[in-house]
């Protein structure tokens, strides 16, 4: 059921309006970020809003909300670490190596001209970065 501002529930609107302003200070000394904060809170009041008929029962409504945010706030601090040790990994790949096309397809061909053995430790020693002794 969409909600537009003319049938919203008086009590709802009312608790929105005060909980705004008290959500993204909370949300901004948490985050450190207040565009991350004002996003946040407008992600719990959808969320309030969306579980009003059953959030209305509960002794503090204003309590669900700020629960609500702290978790998103949870949920975006373990997006953001997790995003900084992939861009972490990604910078500590080495450089791609550029191989001269026609030595490639020399090696290749060499290899494949190799008893079944002699391809396999070839492949898994090279390849794999297997030691001697492991391949």
């Known amino acids: 059921m969409r909600r537009t501002g003319t049938d919203v ?13 008290q959500l993204v200070g909370t949300l901004a000394l948490y985050t450190g970020d207040r ?16 579980h009003w008929p ?6 503090s409504p204003a309590a669900w ?3 609500v945010a702290l978790n998103l706030a949870s ?10 040790r992939a861009n972490q990994r990604i910078e500590r790949r080495p450089a791609p190596v550029h191989v001269d096309t026609a030595d490639a397809l020399a090696v290749r061909d060499a290899v494949a001209a190799l008893p079944d053995r002699q391809r396999a430790v070839v492949v898994v020693r090279f390849f794999q970065g297997l030691s001697v002794r492991e391949a």
């Open 35 to 50: 565009h991350v904060a004002e996003d946040l809170a407008q992600e719990a009041l959808i969320r309030l809003h969306q």
């Open 54 to 59: 059953k959030v209305r029962t509960h002794d």
């Open 9 to 21: 529930e008086p009590a709802l609107a009312a608790l929105t309006r005060e909980l705004h302003p």
């Open 75 to 84: 949920s975006w601090w373990r997006r953001r670490g997790a995003e900084r």
């Open 65 to 67: 909300t700020t629960r």
